[in-house]
């Protein structure tokens, strides 16, 4: 608790030395958040829907079903980004990395919505050579044109993050911040200085080295949470048909298998019913609690609407 | 055109061996470029017999060169070898030059005597002056990232040539240790021949009196041959202690690398992510441009360390320098031991969140200590194998987690 509070007091005095936002950067951050659901009205409490099943496909679909349809979320023309979680080589089995028949839904879902293009920028930390064909993602992509690949340092974009604390500057994917519509397709799993890997930790592979570099150096739950205050996802979809327990982020670890995809527009609420299957609650994972705490989202298992559906 | 007739085979060994140096071969399989160094004698068999160590199959390569002597006298040299044929193509820029050899005494027999009575010793000293392994260094040197020290096994290369320049011939008539070595076996099998054959001199034999008298040449190789065996036992007890100096490759012979190394740049090239460099140093004056693993990542874009399942450079050293491995043995053996800077870690030092270290290792050799609300690093020595996923991922700076040689 004290450290948190230092960590928000020491950034207080970089903000009159912060330049002003582009107009360019607030637009963009405005049109991630056209909701996608009826379901997630402002103002009232956030809902959740936690698909449970065993084919991620069906999952998927009925998920999507209750958050209002795929056209709602996929509209024609729409620049469509998706970044699941593909850091690791680890198989489909072991649970590193989203699943890739979730992936191939979404894909394939917005190829049928006519969408203008679908981009997938993840920033592996193994290289994308083993990890994209051993996640199952290029399969996942086979025959579609969506465009998985590892970005170069010209394909980042430096953004001000006008609400950080810690975390003012990042530099981001670019396809990331051009999208119409941004998924946000974490897996979860443990993560030894995260605690857990959930969604506002995958935005760590959206970034490039150095910001992620610099947000170990300096405070990594408070960057992880200041950046949420900056990229808004259109949608958050959290595989947890199975989770890693331990050993993570890298694997393999213990698994546990709760067969459910999670999907919110809220990441936080989303994080937190996460959390749940894990028995941790947002006290132990800091970067949930103060994601709450700036504005992101609702921590509060009892006020997050849980809306369960089986596939 | 008649140039082009009798040149014909040179040049398509020319072309195939440079393929091969430069590692134009499938991906899976990397050994095939190794083959153009598994070819000399000196390289495959002195290199297993030095070694102690039968590592495979691939030695009998070597065979075919102690052969060919026997039967057709040094036909490799003017007929083949991609070496000879581009220092004799170097050495017509100067016909002027032609009678400098004259002046310099017939060093290859002795050399190829001196590598040979040291492989046998158990510490081959002038195994890197095999010209397969010249030629092979050389194009092996041009890979990416272009570094000047990566061009160091490229040097013997130039050096021939330049030589060849200046005295045109002298490489291959006077300093070759392979064309020594198969000078020798020509002229053992001429004495053993001769005995049948000593009334009927063969009209393309050399003019008598320029051969060497057999009985002469024996009792010279003796006296090249026992020292030389000697110097080999006594430098493998001075110098044999500098190869465990530096972070060596998977497979390394830590005792013998300075000496069976060749500089072929084989390991080197081969790397998916250029880890391993040639020393320029560490390893004594004795273990110049032998190869050592630079663990820390030269490409701040992605996190590059001796990956688990990669034994690719174990799979190209022609001598044993570096031995096979299958990749279960390489999960079980440590190239060295990552040691933490607990007033550099950003965990033990600033209390931050970070087990970036842990994130990375592949072998879970990092325990994680709670400290107040902070999870701190710290190496399980029985895990870690030295793989160097942490130092290249450590996001303090300076890096707080460093690989070093197992001593």
């Not at chain 1, 199952?136 to 044109?145: V, Y």
């Not at chain 1, 205050?229 to 959290?238: D, G």
């Not at chain 2, 007929?79 to 050899?101: Q, S």
Request: glycine residues 8%; contains cysteine; aromatic residues 6%.
């Amino acid at each position: 608790m004290n450290t948190t509070a230092q960590k928000a007091a020491a950034p207080a005095a970089r903000i009159k030395r912060r330049t002003f936002l582009k107009a360019g950067t607030a637009a963009a951050v405005g049109s991630f958040y056209a909701a996608p659901s009826s379901a997630s009205a402002e103002s009232t409490a956030p809902v959740v829907i936690v698909v449970h099943g065993t084919d991620p496909k069906k999952m998927v679909e009925a998920g999507i079903a209750k958050m209002g349809g795929w056209a709602k979320l996929f509209k024609p023309g729409a620049k469509v980004a998706i970044k699941p979680n593909l850091a690791w080589k680890s198989t489909p089995e072991q649970g590193g990395n989203t699943h890739p028949d979730i992936l191939r839904a979404f894909i394939l879902a917005a190829e049928a919505r006519k969408v203008k293009k679908i981009t997938i920028p993840e920033n592996t930390c193994h290289p994308e050579k083993e990890t994209f064909p051993t996640s199952g993602a290029l399969d996942a992509i086979k025959g579609t044109s969506a465009k998985l690949y590892r970005p170069k340092a010209s394909e980042y974009k430096e953004v001000e993050v006008p609400k950080g604390k810690i975390c003012q500057k990042a530099k981001v994917s670019r396809d990331l911040l051009e999208a119409d519509c941004l998924i946000n397709m974490p897996v979860a799993k443990h993560h030894g200085g995260a605690t857990l890997s959930l969604s506002m930790k995958n935005w760590m592979g959206a970034i490039d080295n150095n910001t992620r570099r610099a947000w170990h150096r300096q405070g990594l739950h408070q960057c992880i949470a200041d950046f949420s205050t900056f990229l808004k996802p259109t949608l958050v979809v959290i595989d947890a048909t199975r989770i890693m327990l331990d050993h993570g982020p890298q694997g393999p670890g213990k698994l546990a298998h709760p067969h459910e995809i999670i999907l919110s527009t809220d990441p936080v609420a989303a994080d937190t019913y996460a959390a749940s299957l894990f028995k941790k609650t947002p006290a132990d994972v800091p970067h949930i609690r103060i994601a709450d705490e700036m504005g992101v989202g609702c921590s509060d298992l009892a006020k997050i609407k849980v809306e369960r559906v089986e596939a | 055109m008649k140039w082009l007739r009798r040149n014909v085979w040179r040049l398509l060994t020319l072309v195939a061996s440079v393929i091969l140096a430069l590692g134009f071969v499938p991906e899976n399989h990397p050994e095939l470029s190794a083959l153009l160094t598994r070819f000399s004698p000196i390289l495959s068999l002195f290199g297993a017999a030095a070694a102690r160590a039968w590592f495979g199959g691939t030695l009998l390569l070597g065979i075919p060169l102690l052969i060919l002597p026997l039967f057709k006298g040094r036909l490799f040299c003017w007929r083949i070898c991609p070496m000879g044929f581009l220092a004799e193509l170097a050495g017509k820029l100067n016909p002027k030059g032609k009678g400098l050899i004259h002046h310099v005494p017939m060093l290859n027999k002795a050399l190829a005597l001196i590598v040979a009575a040291t492989a046998a010793a158990g510490y081959p000293l002038l195994i890197w002056l095999d010209p397969l392994c010249i030629f092979n260094g050389f194009f092996a040197a041009w890979r990416t990232p272009f570094t000047v020290a990566a061009l160091a096994t490229g040097i013997g290369f130039v050096a021939i040539l330049v030589m060849s320049v200046i005295a045109p011939n002298i490489w291959c008539h006077r300093i070759c240790p392979l064309g020594g070595l198969q000078e020798l076996l020509m002229l053992l099998a001429r004495r053993l021949t001769e005995g049948r054959k000593a009334e009927k001199p063969k009209s393309g034999d050399l003019p008598p009196a320029a051969a060497p008298r057999p009985a002469a040449v024996s009792r010279r190789a003796l006296l090249t041959a026992i020292p030389a065996a000697a110097a080999g036992v006594v430098a493998g007890k001075v110098f044999g202690p500098n190869g465990r100096k530096a972070l060596r490759p998977p497979g390394a012979d830590l005792e013998k690398i300075n000496a069976l190394c060749a500089r072929c740049g084989n390991c080197m090239r081969v790397c998916p992510y250029q880890l391993i460099q040639p020393d320029l140093g560490d390893s004594g004056i004795d273990g110049l441009f032998t190869p050592v693993m630079w663990l820390r990542s030269r490409n701040p874009d992605q996190e590059q360390y001796c990956f688990q399942d990669c034994v690719k450079c174990t799979q190209v050293c022609p001598t044993g320098a570096l031995r096979p491995l299958t990749v279960k043995q390489k999960h079980d053996l440590a190239i060295g031991i990552a040691e933490i800077d607990r007033k550099k870690c950003v965990a033990w030092e600033n209390k931050e969140y970070c087990a970036v270290c842990d994130e990375y290792c592949p072998y879970k050799a990092i325990k994680l200590e709670k400290r107040g609300d902070v999870m701190c690093p710290v190496v399980d020595l029985s895990k870690c194998r030295g793989c160097g996923a942490c130092e290249s991922a450590c996001p303090a700076d300076p890096i707080a987690i460093t690989v070093k040689p197992i001593s």
